[in-house]
C-alpha cells in the first residue's frame, strides 16, 4: 500500500504562508489604525482643550509596545511630554472642567473601521 502524503505537506505549506500573511497585514491593520487613533483624539483634544490645553495634543502619542506573540501598541497622552500628565483631568474631567472623552470619542468612530480590516483580512483567506 502507498500513501501519498504530498497533498498533506502541501496543505501544511499552504498554512504557513496564510499565517506569515496574516501576520504581516496585521500588523500593519494594527500600526495604521493606532496612527489613526492618535491623529483622531489630537484633533478631538485641539477643540476641547482650548487655551489652557494648548501643549496637551501634541502630548497624545502612539508607540508599538515589543511582543513576540501578539501586535500591541499604545495610544495616550504621554506623561514625559509637556501637559501629558494633564491627561486624565482632560479626558475624564476633574473639579475644575467636565469630562471631554476625545480619545473615547476617537475610539468609539475609529472601532468599526479597525473591526472592518480585520474582517477583510479574514475574508481574504477564504
Known amino acids: 500500500m502507498d500513501i501519498d ?3 498533506l505537506l502541501a496543505l501544511v505549506d499552504y498554512f504557513e504562508d496564510a499565517k506569515r500573511e ?4 496585521t500588523y500593519t491593520l494594527v500600526k495604521q489604525h493606532a496612527q489613526e487613533l492618535r491623529d483622531e483624539w489630537r484633533e478631538n483634544a485641539k477643540l476641547t482643550a482650548r487655551s489652557h490645553g494648548k501643549h496637551y495634543p501634541k502630548a497624545i502619542t502612539t508607540e508599538q509596545i515589543p511582543r ?3 501586535i500591541e501598541w499604545t495610544v495616550g497622552p504621554e506623561t514625559r ?3 501629558g500628565d494633564m491627561g486624565p483631568g482632560f479626558e475624564y474631567g476633574s473639579r475644575n472642567q467636565p469630562p471631554h472623552l476625545d480619545g473615547a470619542r476617537a475610539a468609539i468612530k475609529r472601532e468599526p473601521l479597525f473591526l472592518k480590516g480585520l474582517d477583510d483580512i479574514i475574508r481574504g483567506l477564504l
Open 5 to 7: 502524503g504530498s497533498e
Open 22 to 25: 496574516v501576520a504581516e497585514k
Open 68 to 70: 513576540a506573540d501578539m
Open 81 to 83: 511630554r509637556k501637559q
